[in-house]
């Protein structure tokens, strides 16, 4: 089993996101793209102490980028939105 500190990396803190938070209890975050549903679910309860109803993710893609003469791309990444169960919520410093 992986590291949870290496499945997610960091949590998207956004104006959408934040939104999110205050309605339906659900919290972003960036993850590793080899991850599944399974392993973000568990990584999610073992760093921050919460019961994960529900896992959803999506394959951001990357943004097209010009670099002097020539166009590159940014890498693609995960992006995983998680619902807590009823009472429960992740406080961020």
């Known amino acids: 089993?992986?590291?949870?500190?290496e499945i997610i990396?960091?949590?998207?803190?956004?104006?959408?996101?934040?939104?999110?938070?205050?309605?339906?209890?659900?919290?972003?975050?960036?993850?590793?793209?080899?991850?599944?549903?399974?392993e973000i679910k568990r990584a999610v309860e073992k760093i921050y102490s919460v019961k994960v109803?529900?896992?959803?993710?999506?394959?951001m893609g990357g943004?097209?980028?010009?670099w002097r003469m020539n166009w590159g791309k940014t890498p693609d990444w995960k992006k995983a939105i998680v619902t807590l169960k009823e009472g429960e919520s992740i406080e961020f410093v």
Request: charged fraction near 35%; hydrophobic fraction near 30%; glycine fraction near 4%.
């Open 1 to 5: 089993m992986k590291n949870p500190l």
């Open 9 to 38: 990396a960091y949590p998207l803190v956004t104006e959408k996101g934040t939104g999110l938070k205050e309605k339906n209890r659900q919290y972003v975050f960036k993850v590793a793209k080899d991850t599944n549903k399974i």
């Open 53 to 59: 109803k529900k896992v959803n993710t999506l394959i």
């Open 63 to 66: 943004k097209k980028k010009r």
